[in-house]
């Protein structure tokens, strides 16, 4: 049976029976930023797994079965990113910083002006939504951006529990094949650790880059239905 989650003590009470991951730390750094105050984001659970629905997006850590893949298509959920139950065109890899690179000089003081100008290279992406829910997580402290010579971002979506998540890797179409990709993904990975295990959600098609960065694959996930690039 599926059960709304109102109350702080519920949420982590379900959540400390898994181990620390990139799923478990999304739905805490969720709850950091918006707790129970938000109409669009609503937190529930079953007996092996919990769901946090943001907008129309889902993430859902544990085990998903047949009740939840319903609840969620009944909910409207059009994006759902889960550890297990997806269908092989909707592969998507977690990959492990495992390197040790040379620490770069990274702002993040950059205005969201210059980040965005640099994202819409990389991404089609609204500057408002992006914009309100960014800029939401930078002023709570869950979320970091990094930019390089005004010319390479990535942005630090949470670190909680020792796990670390960058996305939003983009650089201006002018300087892309120049190494700056590489760069800032490595400075900014470093940035994060030790203190930290750092991942990054890819496409297969990323998967090549990431491990020029030092990353290694650790294990898959689904994003079961919109195939997206970056997380």
């Keep these: ?11 982590e009470k379900a959540l400390a029976q898994f ?26 659970r079953s007996e092996k797994a ?31 990113l889960i550890a297990h139950g997806g269908s092989p065109e909707s592969i998507l890899y977690i990959m492990e910083y495992k390197g040790a ?3 770069a000089d990274l702002k993040t003081d950059t205005s969201y002006e210059k980040v965005y100008d640099i994202l819409k290279d990389g991404f089609k992406i609204d500057f408002d939504s992006w914009y309100t829910d960014t800029c939401h997580n930078v002023r709570h402290g869950i979320s970091e951006i990094y930019t390089l010579e005004d010319i390479s971002t990535a942005t630090k979506m949470f670190s909680i529990d020792g796990i670390a ?14 190494n700056y990709g590489r760069r800032i993904v490595e400075a900014a990975a470093e940035r994060l650790t030790p203190e930290n295990r ?5 496409e297969e ?11 290694e694959k650790t294990a898959e996930c689904y994003n079961k239905y919109e195939s997206r690039t970056e997380l």
């Design 1 to 11: 049976m599926i059960t709304r989650i109102t109350e702080k003590e519920e949420l």
């Design 19 to 44: 181990s620390p991951d990139v799923f478990t730390g999304k739905i805490k750094a969720l709850y950091k930023a918006y707790g129970f105050s938000y109409p669009f984001l609503k937190f529930f």
């Design 50 to 80: 919990v769901i946090a629905f943001y907008y129309a997006s889902a993430v859902i850590c544990g085990e998903a079965d047949d009740e939840i893949s319903e609840f969620c298509n009944i909910s409207g959920i059009s994006d759902l």
């Design 101 to 103: 690179a040379v620490k």
């Design 165 to 178: 998540l960058l996305s939003l890797v983009a650089v201006k179409e002018e300087h892309k094949g120049k």
């Design 198 to 202: 750092v991942y990054v959600i890819c």
């Design 205 to 215: 098609a990323l998967v090549p880059f990431y491990k020029k960065c030092g990353f």
